[in-house]
């Protein structure tokens, strides 16, 4: 009998492109328009959310999550550069970001520089899972870099931050907790199997208000959708 969904997990501590999606609110007695232009809905694409549930599961049960000196964060890659078992290992698992570290406003640099270009080869562990269909159509409609699934505790946040790329998402555990931010912008991605795309070269970060954990199958996408 295949484990539940999040079993595992329990353990461990639109339509078309969205560029031009906006929503009425009301702030002060005005209706204001608040964009999601930030937040690319990829069309004609969905994936079986309990496939990649059940072998999530199947995955933690031979790997854990790797976290590299970030709290409450962790990662598994799916893809290297060829034969090169370095290239998933300490700081090749974050790659360089810029922060606003404090109350100066100074921007700052963290981590080494990554060539994305190079991570072509999908790791073993995932050959016979349902993970290496989706790795594959992924890389025939996008020219991607590195490919990791990616663990966000509960009840914590990412840094205030920038990426050299955007990021495809693909969310496998959620809850309604949880947010992607993108200056200031916030949008729930939720796990259905669809497809997002998101302009990580803006400042931004994700927080998990939820008590669950929750898992993204996360892309560094090299050729934007964004103008």
């Known amino acids: 009998t295949p484990k539940p969904p999040y079993a595992l997990l329990r353990s461990l501590v ?6 031009r999606d906006r929503t009425s609110i009301k702030e002060s007695g005005k209706m204001t328009s608040l964009s999601f232009e930030d937040f690319y809905k990829v069309p004609e694409i969905k994936f079986d959310i309990n496939r990649l549930r059940n072998d999530l ?5 031979k790997k854990k999550f790797n976290s590299p000196g970030v709290t409450h964060f962790g990662a598994i890659p ?6 090169n078992k370095d290239s998933i290992e300490g700081n090749n698992i974050r790659g360089r970001y810029w922060t606003i570290a404090d109350e100066t406003g100074k921007e700052v640099s963290r981590d080494i520089d990554i060539d994305e270009s190079k991570y072509t080869q999908l790791l073993p562990e995932f050959e016979k899972t349902y ?3 989706v790795y594959e159509i992924l890389s025939k409609k996008f020219k991607l870099g590195r490919v990791r699934l990616l663990l966000k505790e509960p009840r914590s946040t990412l840094s205030w931050h920038k990426d050299p790329e955007c990021r495809l998402h693909i969310p496998i ?3 309604a ?6 200056e200031n912008v916030a949008k729930h991605l939720p796990a259905d199997g669809h497809v997002w795309i998101t302009n990580n070269t803006k400042y931004h970060n994700f927080f998990n208000g939820g008590e669950q954990a929750r898992v993204h199958l996360v892309a560094c996408v090299l050729e934007s959708p964004f103008k």
């Open 14 to 19: 639109g339509s078309e492109m969205c560029i």
């Open 173 to 175: 555990v959620t809850n």
């Open 57 to 61: 599961n199947l995955i933690l049960e």
């Open 78 to 83: 799916l893809n290297q550069i060829p034969n």
């Open 131 to 133: 993970f290496k269909e």
């Open 177 to 182: 907790g949880c947010s992607m931010v993108i």
